[in-house]
């Protein structure tokens, strides 16, 4: 655990070691020094004093040229900060969780997942042809809510748009997910909804809501794995 080294002299710490301080002698201004950590020059400056007292780095002074190498004391708080996060980082949950009701749509699932140039791509790419139609879930809290704004930013399964002539449809992503723990299913985002952003969907081969015995207002959970 990190006892002596103050939070505020970390990015100090950090970036001595990544201008080569660990081994050497690094000339260093303490204006350019504050311009790295966004610190003023007067405070960069106290930073410096600071750790050469608690014995984090050396200073070397030549004039008014100032020379530092960090200490194998500041060294090693550095490595235990490293090990801390990439701790906290790898004990992440791997999944996202959204908790919301059943409500009913307006019946437009069942037609565009019956769409040709749908329902191949389905087949080749998630393995299976959905339930024509979706099941649509009204997310209430909103950590929920900005929750799933990040599939935005993630790889899922893409399903390319395509037209059919007369007009053309957008794309979808779908991400491999559990309804309550215990059926498959995929969230399905789509580039064009007529849905706001407080309802997601799910397809799944067989029908949802009789699979699961849902009606309207029923509470349920949906688990979303995220590959790091």
């Not at 999944?95 to 389905?122: C, D, H, I, P, R």
């Not at 704004?149 to 748009?161: K, T």
């Not at 794309?171 to 997601?200: G, Q």
Request: glycine letters at 8%; charged letters at 25%; one cysteine or more.
């Amino acid at each position: 655990m990190i006892t002596d080294l103050k939070v505020q002299h970390i990015l100090t710490l950090i970036f001595l070691v990544s201008k080569g301080a660990k081994n050497n002698f690094i000339p260093i201004t303490t204006t350019l020094l504050g311009k790295n950590i966004k610190k003023s020059q007067q405070a960069a400056s106290k930073h410096l004093r600071e750790l050469e007292k608690n014995g984090f780095i050396e200073r070397l002074m030549s004039g008014r040229k100032v020379s530092v190498k960090v200490t194998e004391k500041g060294y090693s708080e550095i490595v235990k900060l490293s090990i801390i996060l990439r701790s906290s980082l790898e004990s992440l949950p791997s999944f996202v969780e959204l908790k919301g009701s059943v409500v009913s749509g307006m019946g437009e699932g069942a037609y565009y997942m019956s769409l040709k140039g749908y329902t191949q791509q389905f087949l080749k790419k998630i393995g299976y042809i959905p339930f024509p139609g979706t099941l649509n879930i009204k997310l209430e809290q909103p950590e929920h809510i900005e929750a799933v704004s990040q599939f935005d930013a993630i790889d899922g399964v893409f399903i390319d748009g395509f037209s059919d002539g007369k007009r053309t449809y957008g794309w979808a992503k779908c991400f491999k997910s559990k309804l309550n723990n215990s059926i498959d299913c995929e969230l399905i985002r789509l580039e064009r909804s007529h849905h706001d952003k407080t309802i997601v969907e799910l397809i799944s081969k067989r029908n949802l809501r009789k699979l699961a015995k849902l009606t309207d207002g029923t509470k349920v959970t949906i688990t979303v794995p995220i590959n790091s």
